[in-house]
Nanobody, 127 residues
């Protein structure tokens, strides 16, 4: 069965850290561009970080740049989002998404061009 499963969400105080994981089954993540999106209540889904299929290039939304880091663990077929210096505005459901993005030569994007999605994991940052 082809699926993505996120884990690692939870409740953390402002200034704290969380490490989200996106695990794949049924396919190899190293052949896909991967992105993390988040959606807060009443807000549109926002791309926060991605890693390209082709050369591992990473991109970040301005709101998380310098605080979040996306990386691959190919041995575990997972992609990790390390989130540091969290603030209440980071509170949202976080989703990982995967796509080969062949039309853009495997370069990742922070908008929705992804066809495989996980179910999401809740991140809550208290002030």
């Amino acid at each position: 069965q082809v699926q993505l499963v996120e884990s690692g969400g939870g409740l953390v105080q402002s200034g704290g850290s969380l490490r989200l994981s996106c695990a794949a089954s049924g396919f190899n993540l190293d052949s896909y561009a991967i992105a993390w999106f988040r959606q807060a209540p009443g807000e549109e889904r926002e791309g926060v970080a991605c890693i390209s299929r082709s050369d591992g290039t990473t991109k970040y939304a301005n709101s998380v740049k310098g605080r979040f880091t996306i990386s691959r663990d190919n041995a575990k077929n997972t992609v990790v989002l390390q989130m540091n210096s969290l603030v209440p505005e980071d509170t949202a459901v976080y989703f990982c998404a995967a796509d080969k993005l062949t039309v853009v030569f495997g370069e990742c994007v922070l908008y929705n061009m992804y066809d495989r999605w996980g179910q999401g994991t809740q991140v809550t940052v208290s002030s």
